[in-house]
């Protein structure tokens, strides 16, 4: 398939949805379950919820798995699969066919708790002026020195960035975009395949005038458990940095600069907060991030420069 498909639909209610949960995956089998279970357990209106589903290109059994579900879930549903386009076109996908006044966008392996889209668009409701609101993100479960890292680097990032944003990159997952907002500045570019969409969208959710804002809900989600996932995770947004900085310069640059200290000041945070002495680790925690980033934004230019030579 070259274009996405509805593969799935179920609408119960033909009349006015608030929220749409919006879930773009990809070979997620072994996550997307307890998504789907927190998803169901919500105690918002089910009859004022929809749930858009995009697989983007699985080449594991992720749209079985979430075909299941959606037979089985009491709201609106809707599932589009496709061969690999990138996340900048499947965000589009949900954008698009949004029926909701919101989008929450949750990843594959992110549970969500009990009352989190009821605080989330309770939130939105008060603050007609803000166009994105992100939830703090706390870990699912510590099982090695890894995900450890990453749930205090997490902490340290909810601490220092909180209530509203002007700079720093909230990013997708947990948050919950107004969609007369994201409409309004013409969706997510499609040319963002692997990362970077987040920060573009910001950008221009702020030159419209939209508030960023970090609120006090909370999601849960897997972190990183081996060096080898962290490397993997930094290539990937190193490779799609080099979007990010084509498209707007001196701002990434500037933030890349500014994110040298990271490591120092989390750790610092991150031990006031909790009083690990483990901690402390997050400045080679974030160095080694930072040098996979680099290799990934090398990666992109060499392979320019090899199909220029070509």
């Known amino acids: 398939m070259t274009k996405s498909q509805l593969v799935y639909e179920k609408n119960l209610n033909h009349g006015k949805i608030k929220v749409t949960i919006g879930i773009c ?19 918002f209106p ?10 983007d290109g699985s080449e594991d059994n992720t749209l079985q798995v979430v075909l299941d579900f959606a037979r ?15 996340l900048g076109p499947a965000r589009n996908q949900v954008v698009t066919n949004a029926r909701g006044d919101y989008i929450i966008w949750v990843d ?11 605080k989330q668009i309770e939130f939105m409701e008060r603050h007609p002026n803000i166009g994105i609101a992100k939830a703090r993100c706390a870990a699912l479960e510590e099982k090695n020195i890894v995900s450890i890292l990453e749930d205090l680097q997490y902490r340290a990032y909810d601490f220092r960035y909180s209530g509203k944003v002007n700079s720093f990159v909230l990013g997708t997952c947990g948050a919950t975009y107004r ?11 499609n040319s963002f395949k692997g990362s970077g969409e987040d920060f573009d969208v910001e950008c221009r959710m702020r030159e419209k005038g939209w508030l960023l804002y970090r609120t006090s809900a909370i999601f849960f989600r897997e972190h990183l458990r081996t060096w080898k996932s962290i490397w993997n995770e930094g290539l990937k947004y190193g490779y799609g940095g080099c979007y990010t900085i084509r498209k707007y310069k001196w701002k990434v640059l500037k933030r890349l600069l500014l994110s040298i200290l ?3 000041i989390n750790a610092k945070t991150a031990y006031m907060l909790t009083r690990r002495k483990i901690a402390f680790l997050l400045i080679f925690h974030h160095a080694f991030k930072k040098l996979a980033w ?13 199909l220029r030579g070509n």
């Open 294 to 306: 680099f290799f990934g934004f090398l990666k992109y230019h060499l392979e320019c420069l090899t």
């Open 179 to 189: 969609t007369r907002a994201i409409r309004e500045i013409g969706g997510f570019d």
């Open 262 to 264: 990271d490591g120092l």
């Open 72 to 86: 089985e879930m009491h709201m609106n549903v809707r599932v589009f699969h496709s061969s690999w386009k990138g």
């Open 25 to 43: 995956i990809r070979n997620e089998e072994k996550t997307i379950k307890r998504t789907m279970e927190s998803i169901i357990r919500q105690d």
């Open 108 to 118: 594959g392996g992110t549970v969500l708790p009990r009352d989190h889209v009821r």
């Open 46 to 55: 089910h009859e004022l919820m929809e749930v858009i589903i995009v697989d």
